[in-house]
Protein backbone atom coordinates (compact mmCIF):
# COMPACT_ATOMS: atom_id res chain seq x y z
CA UNK A 1 0.00 0.00 0.00
CA UNK A 2 0.87 3.47 -1.05
CA UNK A 3 -1.17 6.06 -0.76
CA UNK A 4 0.32 9.79 -2.51
CA UNK A 5 -2.19 12.80 -1.36
CA UNK A 6 -1.46 16.37 -2.60
CA UNK A 7 -3.44 18.89 -0.12
CA UNK A 8 -3.68 21.96 -1.74
CA UNK A 9 -6.47 25.42 -1.02
CA UNK A 10 -5.83 28.61 0.75
CA UNK A 11 -3.41 29.72 4.10
CA UNK A 12 -6.44 29.40 6.81
CA UNK A 13 -7.98 26.73 5.46
CA UNK A 14 -6.18 23.97 7.60
CA UNK A 15 -4.53 22.62 4.68
CA UNK A 16 -1.91 21.68 6.58
CA UNK A 17 -3.33 20.33 9.43
CA UNK A 18 -5.15 18.25 7.09
CA UNK A 19 -2.18 16.48 5.76
CA UNK A 20 -1.14 16.87 9.69
CA UNK A 21 -3.70 14.58 10.62
CA UNK A 22 -3.37 12.10 8.35
CA UNK A 23 0.61 11.84 8.92
CA UNK A 24 -0.06 11.63 12.72
CA UNK A 25 -2.72 9.00 12.09
CA UNK A 26 -0.12 7.24 10.49
CA UNK A 27 2.20 6.61 13.55
CA UNK A 28 -0.31 5.96 15.52
CA UNK A 29 -1.19 2.96 13.17
CA UNK A 30 2.62 1.98 12.77
CA UNK A 31 2.80 2.98 9.00
CA UNK A 32 5.19 5.35 7.08
CA UNK A 33 4.91 8.62 6.14
CA UNK A 34 6.37 11.86 4.67
CA UNK A 35 4.57 14.91 5.26
CA UNK A 36 5.96 17.46 2.81
CA UNK A 37 4.39 21.21 3.53
CA UNK A 38 4.94 23.75 0.65
CA UNK A 39 6.91 26.92 2.59
CA UNK A 40 7.79 30.26 1.90
CA UNK A 41 6.11 33.91 1.77
CA UNK A 42 2.91 32.45 1.71
CA UNK A 43 0.04 33.79 4.54
CA UNK A 44 -3.29 33.68 5.53
CA UNK A 45 -5.37 33.72 2.19
CA UNK A 46 -2.28 32.80 0.27
CA UNK A 47 -1.63 29.69 -1.45
CA UNK A 48 -0.81 26.82 0.46
CA UNK A 49 -0.33 23.23 -0.58
CA UNK A 50 1.33 19.89 1.34
CA UNK A 51 2.61 16.53 0.16
CA UNK A 52 2.07 13.15 1.98
CA UNK A 53 2.66 9.51 1.13
CA UNK A 54 1.54 7.09 3.61
CA UNK A 55 3.17 3.51 2.74
CA UNK A 56 3.66 0.25 4.80
CA UNK A 57 7.47 0.63 3.68
CA UNK A 58 9.86 3.22 4.31
CA UNK A 59 9.15 6.24 1.66
CA UNK A 60 11.55 7.07 -0.33
CA UNK A 61 10.40 10.40 -2.55
CA UNK A 62 8.83 12.56 -0.39
CA UNK A 63 8.21 14.52 -3.90
CA UNK A 64 4.65 13.18 -6.35
CA UNK A 65 4.78 14.44 -9.30
CA UNK A 66 1.32 11.89 -9.76
CA UNK A 67 -1.34 12.17 -6.62
CA UNK A 68 -3.42 8.79 -5.92
CA UNK A 69 -5.41 11.65 -3.96
CA UNK A 70 -5.84 15.39 -4.67
CA UNK A 71 -7.46 17.25 -2.27
CA UNK A 72 -8.52 20.68 -4.15
CA UNK A 73 -10.22 22.94 -1.31
CA UNK A 74 -10.39 25.98 -3.59
CA UNK A 75 -10.58 26.57 -7.00
CA UNK A 76 -6.88 27.86 -8.09
CA UNK A 77 -5.84 24.45 -6.72
CA UNK A 78 -7.87 22.19 -8.63
CA UNK A 79 -6.87 24.32 -11.63
CA UNK A 80 -3.49 23.45 -10.68
CA UNK A 81 -3.51 20.27 -9.91
CA UNK A 82 -6.11 18.55 -11.71
CA UNK A 83 -4.12 17.67 -14.42
CA UNK A 84 -1.47 15.79 -12.31
CA UNK A 85 -3.64 13.26 -10.93
CA UNK A 86 -2.85 9.37 -11.80
CA UNK A 87 -5.35 8.15 -13.87
CA UNK A 88 -7.54 5.86 -11.82
CA UNK A 89 -6.91 8.40 -8.92
CA UNK A 90 -9.37 10.54 -7.36
CA UNK A 91 -10.02 13.94 -6.89
CA UNK A 92 -11.98 15.54 -3.47
CA UNK A 93 -13.53 18.79 -4.55
CA UNK A 94 -14.63 21.16 -1.62
CA UNK A 95 -17.72 22.06 -3.29
CA UNK A 96 -18.48 24.85 -0.80
CA UNK A 97 -16.22 27.24 -2.27
CA UNK A 98 -15.05 25.68 -6.12
CA UNK A 99 -18.64 25.62 -8.80
CA UNK A 100 -16.61 24.31 -11.31
CA UNK A 101 -16.94 20.26 -12.33
CA UNK A 102 -13.87 18.27 -12.79
CA UNK A 103 -12.70 17.64 -16.01
CA UNK A 104 -11.04 14.73 -16.39
CA UNK A 105 -12.89 11.80 -16.60
CA UNK A 106 -10.27 8.89 -15.90
CA UNK A 107 -10.44 9.68 -12.32
CA UNK A 108 -12.98 9.65 -9.46
CA UNK A 109 -14.62 12.88 -7.76
CA UNK A 110 -16.57 13.22 -4.69
CA UNK A 111 -17.54 16.55 -4.21
CA UNK A 112 -18.13 17.68 -0.51
CA UNK A 113 -19.43 20.81 0.79
CA UNK A 114 -17.60 21.22 3.32
CA UNK A 115 -17.48 24.63 4.75
CA UNK A 116 -21.76 24.28 4.91
CA UNK A 117 -21.10 20.92 6.81
CA UNK A 118 -18.44 22.49 8.93
CA UNK A 119 -21.30 24.35 10.43
CA UNK A 120 -23.83 22.03 10.73
CA UNK A 121 -21.31 20.38 13.12
CA UNK A 122 -21.18 23.44 14.63
CA UNK A 123 -17.78 24.85 14.23
CA UNK A 124 -17.33 26.46 10.68
CA UNK A 125 -13.23 26.20 11.39
CA UNK A 126 -13.75 22.19 10.92
CA UNK A 127 -14.31 22.46 7.02
CA UNK A 128 -11.08 20.64 6.52
CA UNK A 129 -12.31 17.74 9.25
CA UNK A 130 -14.80 17.49 7.10
CA UNK A 131 -12.52 16.25 3.99
CA UNK A 132 -10.86 14.42 6.55
CA UNK A 133 -13.59 12.28 7.31
CA UNK A 134 -14.48 12.02 3.31
CA UNK A 135 -10.56 11.04 2.81
CA UNK A 136 -11.10 8.71 5.27
CA UNK A 137 -13.77 6.61 3.71
CA UNK A 138 -12.89 7.12 0.08
CA UNK A 139 -9.12 6.02 0.82
CA UNK A 140 -9.85 3.61 3.54
CA UNK A 141 -6.43 3.44 4.62
CA UNK A 142 -7.14 4.21 8.11
CA UNK A 143 -10.07 3.62 10.24
CA UNK A 144 -12.07 6.05 11.40
CA UNK A 145 -11.48 5.03 15.38
CA UNK A 146 -7.64 5.86 14.49
CA UNK A 147 -8.91 9.18 13.19
CA UNK A 148 -10.92 10.22 15.99
CA UNK A 149 -8.71 8.92 18.06
CA UNK A 150 -5.66 11.60 16.29
CA UNK A 151 -8.51 14.16 16.57
CA UNK A 152 -9.00 13.83 20.21
CA UNK A 153 -5.29 13.64 20.63
CA UNK A 154 -4.77 16.71 19.23
CA UNK A 155 -7.38 18.63 20.73
CA UNK A 156 -6.75 17.60 23.98
CA UNK A 157 -5.95 20.79 25.52
CA UNK A 158 -8.99 21.89 23.60
CA UNK A 159 -11.74 19.48 25.05
CA UNK A 160 -14.55 21.63 24.08
CA UNK A 161 -13.67 21.62 20.88
CA UNK A 162 -13.83 17.75 20.21
CA UNK A 163 -17.77 17.62 19.78
CA UNK A 164 -17.89 19.73 17.01
CA UNK A 165 -14.61 18.04 15.01
CA UNK A 166 -16.01 14.39 15.55
CA UNK A 167 -19.15 15.65 14.06
CA UNK A 168 -17.86 17.20 11.02
CA UNK A 169 -15.16 13.93 11.00
CA UNK A 170 -18.80 11.92 10.88
CA UNK A 171 -20.40 14.64 8.41
CA UNK A 172 -17.76 13.79 5.76
CA UNK A 173 -17.11 10.12 6.26
CA UNK A 174 -21.24 9.65 5.98
CA UNK A 175 -21.06 11.00 2.20
CA UNK A 176 -21.53 8.29 -0.71
CA UNK B 1 5.85 5.00 19.29
CA UNK B 2 7.35 7.56 17.02
CA UNK B 3 7.17 11.37 17.15
CA UNK B 4 6.26 13.07 14.19
CA UNK B 5 9.09 15.96 13.84
CA UNK B 6 10.00 18.34 11.29
CA UNK B 7 13.71 17.68 9.94
CA UNK B 8 14.75 21.37 12.10
CA UNK B 9 13.39 20.56 15.32
CA UNK B 10 14.50 17.07 14.60
CA UNK B 11 17.77 18.34 14.25
CA UNK B 12 17.64 20.61 17.55
CA UNK B 13 16.25 17.98 19.41
CA UNK B 14 19.29 15.56 18.49
CA UNK B 15 21.62 18.21 19.13
CA UNK B 16 20.39 18.81 22.73
CA UNK B 17 20.47 15.05 23.05
CA UNK B 18 24.10 14.47 22.20
CA UNK B 19 25.22 17.37 24.28
CA UNK B 20 24.81 20.56 22.96
CA UNK B 21 24.93 22.83 25.39
CA UNK B 22 25.17 26.09 23.39
CA UNK B 23 23.76 27.05 20.21
CA UNK B 24 24.29 30.48 18.76
CA UNK B 25 22.35 31.68 15.46
CA UNK B 26 20.80 34.32 13.51
CA UNK B 27 17.37 33.82 12.26
CA UNK B 28 17.19 32.76 7.81
CA UNK B 29 14.45 30.69 5.63
CA UNK B 30 14.44 27.59 5.79
CA UNK B 31 16.16 26.84 9.08
CA UNK B 32 14.35 28.68 11.83
CA UNK B 33 12.91 26.38 13.52
CA UNK B 34 16.28 25.51 14.53
CA UNK B 35 17.09 28.24 16.51
CA UNK B 36 13.31 28.56 17.57
CA UNK B 37 13.12 25.62 19.23
CA UNK B 38 16.97 26.27 20.64
CA UNK B 39 15.67 29.36 22.29
CA UNK B 40 13.54 27.62 24.51
CA UNK B 41 14.84 23.84 24.95
CA UNK B 42 17.93 24.99 26.19
CA UNK B 43 17.22 27.02 28.82
CA UNK B 44 15.22 23.44 30.12
CA UNK B 45 18.55 22.01 30.34
CA UNK B 46 20.64 24.96 31.62
CA UNK B 47 22.20 25.49 28.34
CA UNK B 48 22.75 29.00 26.66
CA UNK B 49 21.47 30.51 23.62
CA UNK B 50 21.85 33.38 22.00
CA UNK B 51 20.35 34.95 19.10
CA UNK B 52 23.33 37.10 17.81
CA UNK B 53 23.25 40.17 15.82
CA UNK B 54 24.36 38.83 13.26
CA UNK B 55 25.93 35.80 11.24
CA UNK B 56 29.49 37.03 11.85
CA UNK B 57 28.74 37.09 15.47
CA UNK B 58 27.34 33.93 15.92
CA UNK B 59 29.95 31.92 14.67
CA UNK B 60 32.51 33.95 16.46
CA UNK B 61 30.65 32.54 19.55
CA UNK B 62 30.52 29.52 18.61
CA UNK B 63 34.27 29.93 18.82
CA UNK B 64 34.46 31.22 21.44
CA UNK B 65 32.61 28.60 23.35
CA UNK B 66 33.79 25.92 21.45
CA UNK B 67 37.46 26.68 22.77
CA UNK B 68 36.03 27.01 26.77
CA UNK B 69 35.34 23.64 26.03
CA UNK B 70 31.65 23.66 25.58
CA UNK B 71 29.19 21.64 23.21
CA UNK B 72 29.07 24.66 20.68
CA UNK B 73 26.50 24.83 17.36
CA UNK B 74 25.08 27.55 15.16
CA UNK B 75 22.85 26.72 12.18
CA UNK B 76 21.64 29.18 9.29
CA UNK B 77 21.20 28.82 5.54
CA UNK B 78 23.19 29.77 2.25
CA UNK B 79 23.50 33.36 2.28
CA UNK B 80 24.18 33.16 6.35
CA UNK B 81 26.87 30.17 5.78
CA UNK B 82 28.93 32.76 3.70
CA UNK B 83 29.01 35.32 6.20
CA UNK B 84 30.02 32.61 8.40
CA UNK B 85 33.02 31.22 6.35
CA UNK B 86 35.99 33.89 8.13
CA UNK B 87 34.85 32.56 11.74
CA UNK B 88 34.51 29.06 10.35
CA UNK B 89 38.06 29.08 8.76
CA UNK B 90 39.28 30.18 12.18
CA UNK B 91 37.58 27.61 13.94
CA UNK B 92 39.14 25.13 11.48
CA UNK B 93 42.50 26.61 12.33
CA UNK B 94 42.09 26.56 16.10
CA UNK B 95 41.05 23.10 15.71
CA UNK B 96 38.24 23.36 17.44
CA UNK B 97 35.04 20.81 17.70
CA UNK B 98 31.73 22.28 16.83
CA UNK B 99 28.36 21.94 14.71
CA UNK B 100 27.53 23.76 11.76
CA UNK B 101 23.72 23.41 10.59
CA UNK B 102 23.39 24.66 6.82
CA UNK B 103 19.74 23.83 4.89
CA UNK B 104 20.73 24.83 2.11
CA UNK B 105 18.28 26.83 -0.31
CA UNK B 106 18.72 28.23 -3.97
CA UNK B 107 21.55 30.60 -4.60
CA UNK B 108 23.44 32.98 -5.67
CA UNK B 109 23.31 35.69 -3.60
CA UNK B 110 20.57 36.27 -1.88
CA UNK B 111 18.64 33.80 -3.91
CA UNK B 112 15.28 32.07 -3.20
CA UNK B 113 14.50 30.04 -0.26
CA UNK B 114 13.15 27.10 -2.32
CA UNK B 115 15.52 23.73 -1.33
CA UNK B 116 18.91 23.23 -3.26
CA UNK B 117 22.29 21.45 -2.87
CA UNK B 118 24.12 24.77 -4.62
CA UNK B 119 26.56 24.66 -1.30
CA UNK B 120 28.09 21.38 -2.28
CA UNK B 121 31.89 23.37 -2.75
CA UNK B 122 31.58 25.36 -0.55
CA UNK B 123 31.18 22.92 2.41
CA UNK B 124 33.34 20.06 0.91
CA UNK B 125 36.43 21.90 -0.89
CA UNK B 126 36.72 24.51 2.63
CA UNK B 127 34.56 27.36 2.07
CA UNK B 128 36.84 29.56 3.68
CA UNK B 129 40.46 30.98 3.19
CA UNK B 130 43.58 28.05 3.91
CA UNK B 131 44.20 24.72 3.51
CA UNK B 132 41.13 22.94 5.75
CA UNK B 133 38.40 20.95 5.44
CA UNK B 134 34.92 20.21 7.39
CA UNK B 135 33.21 16.66 8.07
CA UNK B 136 30.40 17.16 6.49
CA UNK B 137 27.48 14.52 6.37
CA UNK B 138 24.39 15.00 3.82
CA UNK B 139 21.54 13.03 5.67
CA UNK B 140 18.65 12.06 3.37
CA UNK B 141 15.67 11.53 5.81
CA UNK B 142 14.84 13.17 9.64
CA UNK B 143 16.13 10.12 11.10
CA UNK B 144 18.98 9.93 9.35
CA UNK B 145 19.74 13.86 10.18
CA UNK B 146 18.91 12.81 14.34
CA UNK B 147 21.31 9.39 14.30
CA UNK B 148 23.89 11.86 12.43
CA UNK B 149 23.32 15.08 14.78
CA UNK B 150 23.46 12.93 18.04
CA UNK B 151 26.82 11.70 17.00
CA UNK B 152 28.22 15.01 15.76
CA UNK B 153 29.59 16.43 18.82
CA UNK B 154 31.59 13.21 19.91
CA UNK B 155 32.71 13.04 16.36
CA UNK B 156 33.87 16.31 16.34
CA UNK B 157 35.30 16.12 19.66
CA UNK B 158 37.48 13.38 18.37
CA UNK B 159 39.36 14.64 15.64
CA UNK B 160 38.61 18.27 16.78
CA UNK B 161 37.35 19.08 13.16
CA UNK B 162 33.62 20.94 12.43
CA UNK B 163 31.18 18.79 11.90
CA UNK B 164 29.13 20.51 8.82
CA UNK B 165 25.24 18.77 8.29
CA UNK B 166 24.04 20.21 5.05
CA UNK B 167 20.52 20.07 4.28
CA UNK B 168 18.09 21.34 1.95
CA UNK B 169 14.63 23.31 2.54
CA UNK B 170 12.68 19.88 1.69
CA UNK B 171 15.01 18.56 4.92
CA UNK B 172 14.40 20.75 7.17
CA UNK B 173 10.61 21.54 6.41
CA UNK B 174 9.30 18.16 6.18
CA UNK B 175 7.90 15.84 8.76
CA UNK B 176 8.58 12.10 9.45
CA UNK B 177 8.54 9.47 11.62
CA UNK B 178 11.76 9.46 14.22
CA UNK B 179 12.68 7.65 17.04
CA UNK B 180 14.56 9.88 19.54
CA UNK B 181 17.70 8.72 21.36
CA UNK B 182 18.30 8.83 24.97
CA UNK B 183 20.12 11.73 26.65
CA UNK B 184 23.71 11.41 26.75
CA UNK B 185 25.35 11.61 29.96
CA UNK B 186 28.28 14.57 29.55
CA UNK B 187 29.47 13.74 32.99
CA UNK B 188 31.28 11.15 31.80
CA UNK B 189 32.85 13.24 28.97
CA UNK B 190 36.44 13.37 29.07
CA UNK B 191 37.99 16.99 29.89
CA UNK B 192 39.20 18.53 26.91
CA UNK B 193 42.89 19.21 27.76
CA UNK B 194 43.34 22.00 25.39
CA UNK B 195 40.27 23.93 26.33
CA UNK B 196 40.46 27.55 28.32
CA UNK B 197 38.39 26.44 30.93
CA UNK B 198 39.53 29.37 33.15
CA UNK B 199 39.93 26.84 35.87
CA UNK B 200 43.59 26.03 35.83
CA UNK B 201 45.35 29.01 37.89
CA UNK B 202 48.23 28.85 38.60
CA UNK B 203 49.44 26.49 36.17
CA UNK B 204 50.51 27.21 32.04
CA UNK B 205 48.37 29.28 30.08
CA UNK B 206 45.98 27.20 27.60
CA UNK B 207 46.08 28.97 23.99
CA UNK B 208 43.48 28.81 21.58
CA UNK B 209 45.02 30.60 18.40
CA UNK B 210 44.60 29.90 15.07
CA UNK B 211 47.68 32.62 14.19
CA UNK B 212 50.94 30.81 13.10
CA UNK B 213 53.03 33.28 11.82
CA UNK B 214 56.26 30.90 11.74
CA UNK B 215 55.92 29.19 7.57
CA UNK B 216 57.42 25.84 9.39
CA UNK B 217 54.96 26.25 12.30
CA UNK B 218 52.08 26.75 10.12
CA UNK B 219 52.89 24.41 7.65
CA UNK B 220 53.70 21.37 10.59
CA UNK B 221 50.19 22.21 11.21
CA UNK B 222 48.77 22.10 8.20
CA UNK B 223 50.12 18.91 7.38
CA UNK B 224 48.88 17.76 11.22
CA UNK B 225 45.23 19.17 9.76
CA UNK B 226 46.01 16.60 6.89
CA UNK B 227 46.80 13.60 8.70
CA UNK B 228 43.27 14.67 10.77
CA UNK B 229 41.30 14.52 7.56
CA UNK B 230 43.37 10.95 6.51
CA UNK B 231 42.41 10.08 9.60
CA UNK B 232 38.82 10.62 9.63
CA UNK B 233 38.76 9.07 6.00
CA UNK B 234 39.58 5.76 7.10
CA UNK B 235 37.12 5.58 9.96
CA UNK B 236 34.42 8.02 8.96
CA UNK B 237 33.25 7.62 5.60
CA UNK B 238 29.82 6.22 4.88
CA UNK B 239 27.72 5.63 1.77
CA UNK B 240 24.65 3.74 1.00
CA UNK B 241 24.77 1.01 -1.83
CA UNK B 242 21.30 0.65 -2.96
CA UNK B 243 21.32 -2.38 -5.81
CA UNK B 244 24.08 -1.65 -7.40
CA UNK B 245 25.67 -5.49 -7.56
CA UNK B 246 23.94 -5.80 -11.02
CA UNK B 247 23.28 -2.35 -12.28
CA UNK B 248 23.79 -0.86 -15.60
CA UNK B 249 22.96 2.50 -14.73
CA UNK B 250 24.28 3.82 -11.53
CA UNK B 251 22.56 6.85 -10.17
CA UNK B 252 24.54 9.13 -7.81
CA UNK B 253 22.64 11.55 -5.44
CA UNK B 254 22.96 12.61 -1.99
CA UNK B 255 20.48 14.20 0.70
CA UNK B 256 17.27 14.61 -0.18
CA UNK B 257 17.70 13.95 -3.84
CA UNK B 258 18.77 10.37 -2.89
CA UNK B 259 15.24 9.49 -2.02
CA UNK B 260 13.97 10.78 -5.18
CA UNK B 261 16.44 9.00 -7.10
CA UNK B 262 15.40 5.87 -5.11
CA UNK B 263 11.97 6.22 -5.76
CA UNK B 264 12.88 6.64 -9.93
CA UNK B 265 15.30 3.23 -9.20
CA UNK B 266 12.52 1.23 -8.32
CA UNK B 267 10.08 2.40 -11.15
CA UNK B 268 13.04 1.64 -13.55
CA UNK B 269 13.20 -1.50 -12.22
CA UNK B 270 9.58 -1.87 -12.25
CA UNK B 271 10.00 -1.35 -16.19
CA UNK B 272 12.71 -4.33 -16.12
CA UNK B 273 16.00 -1.86 -15.96
CA UNK B 274 19.14 -2.35 -14.09
CA UNK B 275 19.58 0.38 -12.06
CA UNK B 276 21.09 0.97 -8.72
CA UNK B 277 21.23 3.84 -6.55
CA UNK B 278 24.80 4.79 -4.77
CA UNK B 279 24.56 7.86 -2.17
CA UNK B 280 27.82 9.32 -0.14
CA UNK B 281 26.43 9.79 3.52
CA UNK B 282 29.64 11.78 4.15
CA UNK B 283 30.01 14.36 1.49
CA UNK B 284 33.66 15.27 2.47
CA UNK B 285 35.64 12.66 2.76
CA UNK B 286 33.86 11.11 -0.46
CA UNK B 287 33.27 7.70 -0.26
CA UNK B 288 36.09 7.21 -3.51
CA UNK B 289 37.26 3.84 -2.86
CA UNK B 290 32.89 2.67 -3.08
CA UNK B 291 32.86 4.58 -5.82
CA UNK B 292 36.09 3.27 -7.27
CA UNK B 293 34.60 -0.06 -7.02
CA UNK B 294 31.70 0.34 -8.67
CA UNK B 295 32.78 1.79 -12.09
CA UNK B 296 35.20 -1.15 -11.60
CA UNK B 297 32.28 -3.81 -12.39
CA UNK B 298 31.57 -5.03 -15.40
CA UNK B 299 27.97 -4.75 -15.47
CA UNK B 300 28.09 -0.67 -14.87
CA UNK B 301 27.84 1.33 -18.57
CA UNK B 302 27.06 4.09 -17.02
CA UNK B 303 26.73 6.43 -14.05
CA UNK B 304 23.95 9.53 -14.12
CA UNK B 305 24.58 12.19 -11.61
CA UNK B 306 21.71 13.91 -10.13
CA UNK B 307 21.50 16.94 -7.83
CA UNK B 308 19.81 20.28 -7.07
CA UNK B 309 22.56 22.46 -8.90
CA UNK B 310 23.82 22.51 -12.14
CA UNK B 311 26.64 20.10 -11.14
CA UNK B 312 28.93 20.52 -8.28
CA UNK B 313 29.41 16.72 -6.94
CA UNK B 314 29.36 15.13 -10.34
CA UNK B 315 33.17 16.31 -10.24
CA UNK B 316 33.82 13.99 -6.58
CA UNK B 317 31.89 11.70 -9.12
CA UNK B 318 34.12 12.25 -11.97
CA UNK B 319 37.32 11.95 -10.08
CA UNK B 320 36.49 8.70 -7.88
CA UNK B 321 35.39 6.84 -10.69
CA UNK B 322 38.34 8.23 -13.01
CA UNK B 323 35.84 8.41 -15.92
CA UNK B 324 36.81 5.27 -16.61
CA UNK B 325 32.71 5.00 -17.29
CA UNK B 326 30.62 8.06 -18.73
CA UNK B 327 29.51 10.33 -15.90
CA UNK B 328 25.77 11.97 -17.49
CA UNK B 329 24.25 14.55 -15.23
CA UNK B 330 19.96 15.70 -14.49
CA UNK B 331 20.42 18.63 -12.08
CA UNK B 332 17.63 21.15 -11.21
CA UNK B 333 18.49 24.67 -9.56
CA UNK B 334 17.48 27.89 -8.30
CA UNK B 335 14.79 26.02 -5.74
CA UNK B 336 13.25 23.39 -8.48
CA UNK B 337 12.98 19.79 -7.43
CA UNK B 338 12.97 16.96 -10.03
CA UNK B 339 10.15 14.26 -9.37
CA UNK B 340 11.24 10.40 -9.34
CA UNK B 341 9.24 10.38 -12.50
CA UNK B 342 11.61 13.22 -14.06
CA UNK B 343 14.49 11.03 -13.43
CA UNK B 344 13.00 7.85 -15.23
CA UNK B 345 12.64 10.25 -18.48
CA UNK B 346 15.86 11.24 -18.21
CA UNK B 347 17.80 7.90 -17.89
CA UNK B 348 15.01 6.24 -20.48
CA UNK B 349 15.86 8.91 -22.83
CA UNK B 350 19.27 9.73 -22.67
CA UNK B 351 20.74 6.05 -21.32
CA UNK B 352 18.46 3.35 -22.99
Redesign the interface.
Known amino acids: MENKIIIAGFGGQGVQSLG?FI??A???DGK??????S???EMRGGTSNCSVVVSDKP????????PDILIAMNKPSLAKFEPKVKPGGCIIVNSSLIEDKVQRTDVDVYYVDANRLAQEAGNAKTANIVVLGAYTKISGVFTPDVMKAVIEHKFAKKPKVIPANFKAFDLGYALE | MKELMKGNEAIAEAAVRGGCRAFFGYPITPQNEIPEYMSWRLFEVGGTYVQAESEVAAINMVYGAAGAGARAMTSSSSPGISLKQEGISYICGARLPCVIVNMVRGGPGLGGIQPAQSDYFQATKGGGHGDYHLLVYGPSSVQECVDIMYNAFDVSDKYRVPVMILGDGMLGQIMEPVELPEFKDLSKLPRKPWATYGDNKGKDRQIVNSLLIEPDVLEAHCHLLEDTYKEIAKNETAFENYLCDDAEVVITAYGTVARIAKSAVNILREQGKKVGLLRPITLYPFPNDEFARVAKQDCVKTFVCTELSLGQMIEDVKLATGMIKPVKFFGRTGGNVMSPEDIVEYVNKEVY
Do not use: K, W
Request: hydrophobic share 50%; proline share 13%; glycine share 4%.
Open positions: MAFSIHEVTFLPYGPVASPIIAR
